[in-house]
């Protein structure tokens, strides 16, 4: 089976400075869905310049059930579940290449190398974006979705990673803090100030210290002050919302 059977599937939403990286790197791949969220920047006018992409528009419902909806779309049955910020390595694209894809039941797990203003973090992860529709979707979690695993399923591991843009520009801690607390605080509460500022505190030393993010000088320090800012505003919302009730 080739990689032209595979659909990629992007949601995005003004994602013009990092979306054509996106692309470029993509045009081996048969068919791309790019599921557009109301975006008023340039991203539509740079994906139209590609003859494998396909743009649709629709609403953003939270990152798993958005997700779900824009991989209906897609011709094929195997998904690969993109962010507008994330760029596959060639190496990464060679090793799908070789991949049979005859078991809709296998899973394939990635590895995600994450960059903070251009500098490569400590904070490689690894997360399943390679699916196969029919058998398994994202869970519905508005934030921090992932493609559910079910009990059968064989779950392989790719030796080779791709990049994750995750912060290109400073004014993007700000969006995203507010974007993802707002979708984090849905339906919860923390009624113990002293609970937001444990939270808040441990995200800095998690981030800095067990992460190893010291070893990348004032990168380091950022990235984690900004994650201790993510997560000091998401519980102190929820801390507010428990005041309110």
Partial sequence: MSIKNISVVIIAKNASSTIKDTLDALISFGEVIVYLNHSTDNTQRIANKYGNVKIVEGDFIGFGPTKNVAATYAKNEW??????????????????????????????????????LGYKTQDSDTIIRLYHKIYTQFNDNAVHEKVIVPDDAEVVNLKHSFKHLNITDINQTLTKIIQYTDLSVDDQKTCYFSKVLAKSFFAFIKVYLLKGNILKGWVGFALAVNAANRRYYKYLKQFIRCKKI
Avoid at 90 to 103: G, P, S, T, V, Y
């Fill in 79 to 116: 998904i690969l579940s993109l962010d507008s910020d994330e760029i596959l390595n060639q190496e990464l694209i060679d090793e799908m290449k070789e991949i049979d894809f005859k078991m809709t039941q296998k899973l394939y797990r990635l590895k995600r190398d994450n960059y903070f």
